[in-house]
């Protein structure tokens, strides 16, 4: 009796055991037969990443990357951010065509990761560092991803992504700001590398043509030139690559308990956070421009920028201002 009773409990056990590991196995991929629906979310395999439907406040919905050990979300990437759908019932799913697409309600497609797929068999799968990718359903060589949306940024540089030149497709990937802090759509700052002289990043502003707003310098070997980096960054590499593939500017994180992330704010400042999941806080580490003196060509030919002074600029000696303001 006592025999049989263990057996049973073992059973069950390993019955709920079994089912709880197909659920888990699952939950971070997308097939063609298993779309992503509203109330659904994909969980990637070490609880990093969450990807799903979500609304920021202005009554529409997109398709979300965000953290999901901190509780206070935040999107770090959105498919559809000029095409939202206008309620909560849209799908996530694989096309007929082995794309990625997300339709409506009236099963019109709204967003597609639009590349030619070679084969059919695709699955999409969320991985822990935050890259969602579209791939062969048994091919998981990372060369051979057929669609990532690493390569496809918002206003969010994760470790791992690479900003700038790909010069195997011809693409300068850069950020682009939400429009508001309430709408994802594609706002009007921008952060993207410049190879008209030495390669370095511009933040541009789209107002009446692309302005300047502000310059990183270009990479000395350890950082770009105007960015100094006062604090301990022991825990973060940068890294800048300029060769025949690519001329990139990446990160990675030396201490992978510690979160890191770069935004093209849609108020125009650009900012590193550091986040601790122990404490649920994201710091803010660092931002450009830091003041006045930082935006571009402020002060002009020959001029010197002085935060704490007013009026703001003065002359290097020598010279004299061409205009008193
Ligand atoms: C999603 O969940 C909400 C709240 O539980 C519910 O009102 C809604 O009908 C659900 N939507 C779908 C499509 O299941
Ligand atoms: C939402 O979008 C669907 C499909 O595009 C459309 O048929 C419907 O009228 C829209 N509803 C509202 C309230 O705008
Ligand atoms: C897909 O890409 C082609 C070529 O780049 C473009 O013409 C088309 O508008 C795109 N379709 C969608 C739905 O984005
Ligand atoms: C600049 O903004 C205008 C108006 O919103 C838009 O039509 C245009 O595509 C934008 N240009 C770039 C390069 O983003
Ligand atoms: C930076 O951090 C490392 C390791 O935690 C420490 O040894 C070093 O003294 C720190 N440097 C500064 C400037 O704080
Ligand atoms: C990594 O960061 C965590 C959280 O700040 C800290 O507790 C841990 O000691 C760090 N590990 C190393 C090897 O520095």
Redesign the pocket.
């Known amino acids: 009796m006592e025999k049989l009773h263990f057996h049973a409990t073992t059973i069950i056990f390993i019955i709920f055991f079994l089912f709880f590991r197909v659920l888990s196995l699952a939950t971070d991929t997308i097939t063609p037969t298993k779309p992503l629906t509203v109330n659904q979310t994909l969980v990637s395999s070490g609880q990093v990443f969450e990807l799903g439907f979500f609304n920021p406040g202005n009554g529409n919905w997109y398709i979300g990357i965000w953290y999901k050990q901190f509780e206070q979300k935040t999107y770090v990437c959105v498919a559809n951010r000029d095409t939202p759908i206008n309620s909560s019932s849209g799908k996530l799913t694989i096309g007929n065509n082995g794309n990625i697409i997300l339709v409506n309600e009236a099963e019109t497609a709204v967003w597609t990761s639009n590349i030619s797929v070679p084969v059919r068999n695709t699955v999409a799968q969320l991985l822990d560092s935050g890259n969602f990718v579209l791939r062969l359903e048994h091919d998981e060589n990372p060369e051979n991803y057929v669609w990532e949306s690493f390569k496809n940024p918002t206003d969010t540089l994760l470790p791992g992504m690479k900003l700038g030149w790909d010069w195997k497709t011809g693409v300068n990937r850069f950020l ?1 700001s939400w429009k508001t802090v309430t709408d994802p759509g ?1 706002g ?1 700052y ?1 952060f993207k590398m410049n190879i008209d002289g030495f390669p370095e990043i511009f933040l541009l502003k ?2 009446t043509g ?1 302005k300047k707003m502000y310059r990183t310098g270009p990479w000395n070997g350890l950082s770009f030139g105007r960015v100094s980096v006062t604090k301990n960054v022991s825990i973060i590499e940068f890294k800048f690559v300029d060769n025949a593939d690519q001329i990139s500017y990446s990160f990675e994180m030396k201490n992978t308990s510690v979160r890191s992330r770069l935004v093209m704010s849609s108020s125009g400042s650009f900012q590193r956070f550091i986040g601790v999941v122990s404490s649920q806080t994201w710091t803010l580490f660092w931002s450009v421009p830091r003041n006045l003196c930082d935006n571009y060509r402020r002060c002009g030919l020959f001029g010197v920028c002085d935060a704490n002074a007013t009026p703001l600029c003065k002359c290097m000696k020598g010279f004299r201002p061409k205009n008193q303001q």
């Open positions: 682009q594609s009007e921008s789209n107002e692309m």
